[in-house]
Structures are given as C-alpha cells and as structure tokens.
C-alpha cells in the first residue's frame, strides 16, 4: 500500500532524466544549442517533467556540462597512465586542451557568454563544485598510493587548479591568455611541483 502512495498519477514518462542528458550532450557536442523544448519534444517529454528534473535551462546545461566533465577526466586519467604529479600534470593538460577544442563550449561561450560564464564558473552552480571534486579525487588517489605529497591541501588544490583552468580557457581574453594551454600547464606544473 505504502507503494501506491508513492506513485505518481498519469503515464510514465516517454524517455529518462539520463536520457535526456545524453542528448543535450550529444546536441551540445555537435555546436548545436541545448533547447528544453526541442529535447522534450524528441524524446516525447512534456514540459512538466523537464521542468521538475531540471527546472531550467541552466541547471541542464550545468548537470549536462559537470557529466561531461566527470567523464572525460576519469578516461583521460586512466588514458594517460603513470603517477604522481606528473601524471596529474599530463591529465590536467589533456583535458584543458580538450576544452579549448571543445566546439560546443566555444559556441556557448561565444553566443551566450554571460550565461555560460555563470554555469562553468559561479561555485554555486553545478559545474565548477563537480569539476573540483573530480581533480581533487584524482589527486587523492595519488596521494593515497604514495606517488604524490601535496604542498598544500588537495582540496585548496584542486580548487586553485580549477580556477586557473577557467581564467585561462573562459576568461581572460583581454590579457591575451585564452586558450592559451602552454602557459596554463606551466603554471599548473608549478602548483604540483613539476620541475
């Protein structure tokens, strides 16, 4: 009895929440805009039910930005192989020179800059608390196998690695450093003790 009281009332949805995820990455992958509407309209969804998995358009692209995210620096660490610092160094590089490549980013950045600034970057949002997460779990793995000993905390670590990354990948274009993935290895080789 205590089932039915949970259920909700009508049909089941025609798609799931992760479904819906991997199309907006698939469309945003592919330099297409990210549309609520169209998405639900593709996967037979009404708009009630987006509505109450992502309440707006931000919160998707956040949720589907961080998934992607998590990903590709899980499988560009176990790509890159070895320890320590200069492990981390080669999979931080690797994955910043992803995101500068990363077509959909650059034409969210492009057409939407503010909003797209506000998802990657604000520490209240959904990306950029996943993404320090991430890095600082990667470098806890390496500190726990006894390959690397931090200067300074792995959270405050990974915290300034990630704010690194997004001034030089998302920000500053008038000081002529975005994008510019040479230099921000150097300084993340720095922070990690890279010599």
Do not use: K
């Amino acid at each position: 009895m205590a089932q039915l009281a949970t259920r909700r009332p009508g049909r089941p949805a025609a798609a799931t929440r992760e479904d819906v995820l991997s199309l907006a990455a698939e469309r945003f992958l592919a330099g297409e805009r990210v549309d609520m509407q169209g998405i639900a309209r593709e996967l037979g969804l009404a708009r009630a039910t987006m509505h109450r998995w992502f309440g707006t358009r931000d919160v998707l692209l956040g949720e589907m930005l961080a998934g992607l995210a998590e990903r590709r620096l899980a499988r560009i660490r176990q790509r890159t192989g070895g320890s320590g610092a200069a492990a981390l160094l080669d999979c931080f590089d690797g994955f910043n020179r992803e995101l500068a490549g990363t077509r959909g980013l650059g034409l969210l950045l492009a057409s939407e800059q503010e909003r797209g600034l506000r998802i990657l970057t604000s520490s209240g949002g959904v990306v950029q608390p996943r993404v320090v997460a991430a890095i600082e779990g990667l470098i806890d793995d390496e500190v726990r196998a006894g390959a690397f000993v931090p200067t300074i905390p792995p959270s405050t670590l990974a915290y300034a690695i990630v704010r690194l990354a997004e001034s030089f990948l998302f920000n500053d274009a008038r000081f002529g450093i975005r994008g510019d993935t040479d230099r921000l290895r150097e300084i993340e080789a720095a922070l990690l003790g890279v010599g």
